[in-house]
């Protein structure tokens, strides 16, 4: 496989390298002093000046919707590869994404529009959430079941003549906390009749829909991610058209497949920026510091950490790569291994390495100084977004194992000894 940035990509590369140099970096201590300001106001659920301002740059800089390929409404979007170094970049700043109007959900939800929706409901929230006009929620995972099976997801779908009417509680609602969310992508039970996965179906939701009730933020190792969070939702007879549904009733797992496979190596690909940064201050840090009468950066366990940390994130790298050529040139069924395994390793890789950088930065490593607290909590938590490792784990193994399938009227020959 060829992974040579074309000279395209690598003239964006240029191009956003310079906008982050420019742009974010110096901007990353108002972000959070904004937050902070409007917290110590009363309301820490507001956006913040210094994304919105960052916005029109972007886009004048032609760095806007990157991530949505062969799609007539955003013609700037590239291939999964071609996207994958840029996202990387991208990642190295928790807020960044934003600014270049690629983030999560809405990244996920524009996608599943994009594939999914009728062309009346891609006029309606499609095109707003390509603008950046607005942003969404994606509403899949309950409080009161294990998620990870998506089967055992219990919120009700019914349908009342031209309506549907929607009951359940929902939480991990990433981005229903902004006050910009005008619409969710729910996924609830249509049919509990119907085969295992065909029960489920996905329906689009106005936010401002009467019945909707946003119960409160989840905070992650105590970040609440204002403006953006995680939210607790409850649907009570929440009233939408039959026209709102995805595809048709029964298809909800069709659509998770479609939606879920570059929602994960988005995560991935940007995970890569934020291991790099990790490595980048704890090399930094170790070479500013004596310890013991020398600089710590010539202890051998340091040495030895940054090394594995160097072949860690290549590793990471060439798998994403792998998993996105695949993705372009075979589709997501085909590179489901590969998007599982690097949805296990990325975040894993990332943790490590940034606990690695943590204990090279001391008690600074946990403080609000460096970025490395915020960045640990948030690669945690994607060892569980988006699938669990665990059922990753499974479906890989399940995947391997098929293939070692004995044929009808094959022996396994012993493997024995020569005399």
Partial sequence: MDFEYTPKVKEMQARLLAFMDEHIYPNEARFFAE????????????????????????????????????????????????????????????????????????????????????????????????????????????????????????????????????????????????????????????????????????????????????????SVFGYDDAPHGHMEVVLKNVRVPVDNILLGEGRGFEIAQGRLGPGRIHHCMRTIGIAERALELMCKRLNSRVAFGREVARQTVWQERIAESRCMIEQARLLTLKAASMMDTVGNKVAKAEIAMIKIV???????????????????????????????????????????????????AKLELAKHLAMPGEVDMPITRGS
């Avoid at 607290?373 to 699938?387: E, I, K, W």
Wanted: glycine share 8%; hydrophobic share 40%.
């Fill in 35 to 218: 937050i902070a300001e409007n917290r110590a106001k009363g309301n820490a659920w507001v956006p913040t000046k210094i994304v919105e301002e960052l916005k029109p740059k972007a886009l004048a800089a032609g760095l806007w919707n990157l991530f949505l390929p062969k799609s007539t409404r955003a013609p700037q979007g590239l291939s999964n590869l071609e996207y994958a170094p840029l996202c990387e970049i991208m990642g190295r700043v928790p807020f960044a994404a934003e600014i270049f109007n690629c983030s999560a959900p809405d990244t996920g939800n524009m996608e599943t529009l994009e594939r999914y929706a009728s062309e009346s409901l891609k006029d309606e929230w499609l095109e707003p959430l390509l603008k950046g006009e607005i942003r969404s929620a994606f509403l899949m995972t309950e409080p009161d079941v294990a998620s990870s099976d998506a089967t055992n997801i219990e919120c009700e779908i019914r349908r009342d003549g031209d309506e549907y009417v929607i009951n359940g509680r929902k939480w991990w609602s990433s981005g229903a906390g902004d006050p910009r969310c005008a619409v969710y992508i729910v996924m609830g039970k249509t049919n509990p009749d119907a085969g295992r996965h065909e029960q489920q179906s996905m329906i689009v939701v106005p936010a401002n829909t009467p019945g909707i009730t946003v119960v409160r933020a989840l």
């Fill in 346 to 396: 990325a975040p894993n890789m990332a943790c490590q390495i940034i606990d690695w950088a943590i204990q090279a930065h001391g008690g600074g490593g946990v403080s609000q100084d460096f970025p490395l607290a915020y960045a640990y909590a948030h690669q945690r938590t994607l060892r569980l977004a988006d699938g669990p490792d665990e059922v990753h784990r499974n479906s890989l």
